[in-house]
Every structure is written in structure tokens, then in C-alpha cells.
């Protein structure tokens, strides 16, 4: 099956600093990948979607200077949230289009916690 | 907004079938339903999906009823690790047409 990795898993910075998550496809070319967020206790909520080549599609409400989306190839999209605040603490899952049925296969998740 | 109904939470005993419900009254012709769980600080799994027929995988059945109102996610053997938040959505077919919406999810507890 598909498999998506992300890196870091967890990652610790101090208020203002900037932080980079890599999602990777692993077994497979990935044109579309999408970034979600998740609060404690809160369901996945769609950040973006993110098109090798192209700019990032951001949902309403999300901030693209803040959370600049990178996809320079078909299997690596990065995530970098910029002067990061402790309200941008959360749980950071990407996802990638995978085969004929388009099924999307999640990435492990990054907890950010921004001190 | 989520299109789907589930309950909040579930229990089920290991070992028995847990039969997830969910409710999509307003699906349209074009939406498949699709299932997913999320284990406790992981991402979500991709588990099963279906049009209107039933279908069968390794991890799950799902049924759809006639009217394809609602659907049955249904776990044969539920062990401990079946414990989980379990999603579902609806979606139309193909990659043209995005994301998935999350709603709150059944979050199911395997008991001893």
C-alpha cells in the first residue's frame, strides 16, 4: 500500500522562530498532497492543498504567509510555519492522492509545540 | 460542514462485531462514502469505501443501504487495537473533487 512519511514527528520551538515539516510519499508519485491541522479533541481540519509545480490552494481563514506550502516534487511537500505562537501548537497530518481511486493516505502526523 | 451523522461514542467487547452507524441523508449520486479511523495521535487510516454496493476488505465490511441514506461500518472481530475515532464521509469520486471533510467522528472503545 501507500505510504507517507513525515518528519519531524514532534518538534519543540520557542515563540517567533520559524519550523519546516517535510511530508514524503515513499512508494509513490504524489501531484497532490494536503495539509490538515487538529487541535486536542477537535477533528482534522483542512489547511491547504498543495500541487507540485504550483502554488498552494489555502483554505479560508489560513494565513499563507504564515504557513508557506512548498511542493517541488512528486514526492516531497514541506510545511513551514513562520514566527510561530503558541496558538500554533497542533497536531500537523499530511496526506497524498494515491491510485486510480484517488484515495488519500495520511502521514503519521507532527506535533508542534510552540513555547 | 460535515455531510454525515455519527454517534459520539461506542463500545464493544473484544473479540465480538462492532457496527459502526452512519447517516448521509443528503448524499448525492455521485458520492461515495468512505470510511476512516484515527488512532489515538496518528494520522487517520484509510479503512473502507462504497457507492451502493456492499463491500468487503480485509479490515471491514460496509454496508450501504438501498436508499444510500445510511451506512454500516462493521468490524467482524474487534480486538483492542480497533480502539479509535472512526470517520465517515462522503465524497465525490475522483481527485478533481479534493479534500476530505472530517466531521467529529465515533470514537469506539475496545473493551477487554
Known amino acids: 500500500g501507500a505510504v507517507v512519511s513525515q518528519h519531524p514527528s514532534w518538534v519543540i520551538c520557542k515563540s517567533g522562530t520559524s519550523v519546516k515539516i517535510e511530508c514524503r510519499s515513499l512508494?509513490?508519485?504524489?501531484?497532490?498532497m494536503f495539509w490538515y491541522r487538529q487541535f486536542p479533541k477537535q477533528s482534522l481540519m483542512l489547511m491547504a492543498t498543495?500541487?507540485?509545480?504550483?502554488?498552494?490552494?489555502?483554505e479560508q481563514g489560513v494565513e499563507k504567509d504564515k504557513f508557506l506550502i512548498n511542493h517541488a516534487s512528486l514526492t516531497l511537500s514541506t510545511l513551514t510555519v513562520t514566527s510561530a505562537h503558541p496558538e500554533d501548537s497542533s497536531f500537523y497530518i499530511c496526506?497524498?492522492?494515491?491510485?486510480?481511486?484517488?484515495?488519500?493516505?495520511f502521514g503519521p502526523g507532527t506535533r508542534l509545540t510552540v513555547t | 460542514d460535515a455531510k454525515t451523522t455519527q454517534p459520539t461514542s461506542m463500545d464493544c467487547a473484544e473479540g465480538r462485531a462492532a457496527n459502526l452507524p452512519c447517516n448521509h441523508s443528503?448524499?448525492?449520486?455521485?458520492?461515495?462514502v468512505y470510511w476512516y479511523r484515527q488512532i489515538h495521535s496518528q494520522g487517520p487510516q484509510y479503512i473502507i469505501h462504497?457507492?451502493?454496493n456492499n463491500e468487503t476488505n480485509e479490515m471491514a465490511s460496509l454496508i450501504i443501504t438501498e436508499d444510500r441514506k445510511s451506512s454500516t461500518l462493521i468490524l467482524p472481530h474487534a480486538t483492542l487495537r480497533d480502539t479509535a475515532v472512526y470517520y465517515c464521509?462522503?465524497?465525490?469520486?475522483?481527485?478533481?473533487?479534493?479534500?476530505?471533510?472530517f466531521g467529529k467522528g465515533t470514537k469506539l472503545s475496545v473493551k477487554p
Open positions: 496526506s497524498a492522492y494515491y491510485g486510480v481511486s484517488y484515495e488519500q493516505y
Open positions: 512508494d509513490f508519485q504524489a501531484t497532490t
Open positions: 498543495s500541487n507540485e509545480g504550483s502554488k498552494a490552494t489555502y
Open positions: 443528503t448524499i448525492s449520486g455521485n458520492e461515495y
Open positions: 462504497g457507492l451502493k
Open positions: 464521509i462522503v465524497r465525490p469520486w475522483g481527485g478533481s473533487q479534493g479534500n476530505l471533510i
